[in-house]
């Protein structure tokens, strides 16, 4: 009698370790699926151009990339082609502006680098009310808009002549006409074509005026 009570204790106490198992491990099952916090999106400094401020961040895409690497060697030279110089800075101001699908939120503007100082506040606030205006934030993965990727920038002219800004004139300034290419563009309106103004800042070209 002895032994089978001694067999029956062990048995509801394996039970009871086996229900306390159990629940543990339903909660454990339940927490993640619903409740297990979403890591955010981190966004770190990949590389700087010492003396232009430009910043590459390691979300951009392959082909910004790119062109800021190029960029940083035109800049080391002396002197610096200026040509070449405003051809590149077109193409990735027009490509990280309308990269909307890189983006995490409506305040990450892109192409603010090579905004004139004077003028970035005005420029992130119109971005933010125009083309940035219906951007979901994609801070946590979560967003399910199709949003378009410029895909290529073609530079058709660049011009020098010259360019009021303010009470400034620039006797050397650029204008450049160029041409973009989207993936998921679905007619929502992005521009084809874009003309560009660039004035010196120092020793920067810094855009001034974008249609």
């Known amino acids: 009698m002895k032994k089978k009570k001694k067999m029956k204790k062990k048995v509801k106490i394996t039970l009871i370790i086996v229900s306390i198992i159990l629940i543990i491990g339903i909660g454990l099952g339940v927490y993640y699926f619903f409740f297990k916090p979403v890591e955010r999106k981190e966004v770190k400094v990949e590389h700087k151009i010492k003396g232009y401020g430009y910043v590459l961040k390691d979300s951009k895409s392959k082909q910004y990339k790119k062109l800021f690497y190029k960029l940083d060697e035109v800049l080391k030279e002396k002197p610096v082609n200026e040509k070449k110089y405003v051809k590149l800075i077109s193409r990735m101001f027009l490509l990280d502006y309308y990269s909307l699908d890189e983006k995490l939120a409506k305040t990450d503007v892109g192409g603010v680098d090579f905004v004139h100082s004077d003028?970035?506040?005005?420029?992130?606030?119109?971005?933010?009310?125009?083309?940035?205006?219906?951007?979901?934030?994609?801070?946590?993965?979560?967003?399910?808009?199709?949003?378009?990727?410029?895909?290529?920038?073609?530079?058709?002219?660049?011009?020098?002549?010259?360019?009021?800004?303010?009470?400034?004139?620039?006797?050397?300034a650029y204008t450049v006409k160029a041409t973009l290419e989207y993936k998921n563009d679905k007619d929502m309106g992005y521009p084809q074509e874009a003309t560009l103004k660039f004035v010196h800042q120092g020793k920067k070209l810094v855009l001034v005026e974008a249609s």
Not at 123 to 136: P, R
């Open 119 to 172: 003028a970035v506040t005005d420029f992130l606030e119109e971005s933010e009310d125009t083309v940035y205006k219906y951007l979901e934030s994609d801070l946590y993965n979560n967003r399910k808009q199709t949003l378009p990727t410029v895909t290529d920038v073609k530079i058709e002219s660049v011009k020098q002549e010259e360019f009021t800004y303010g009470e400034e004139i620039d006797s050397d």
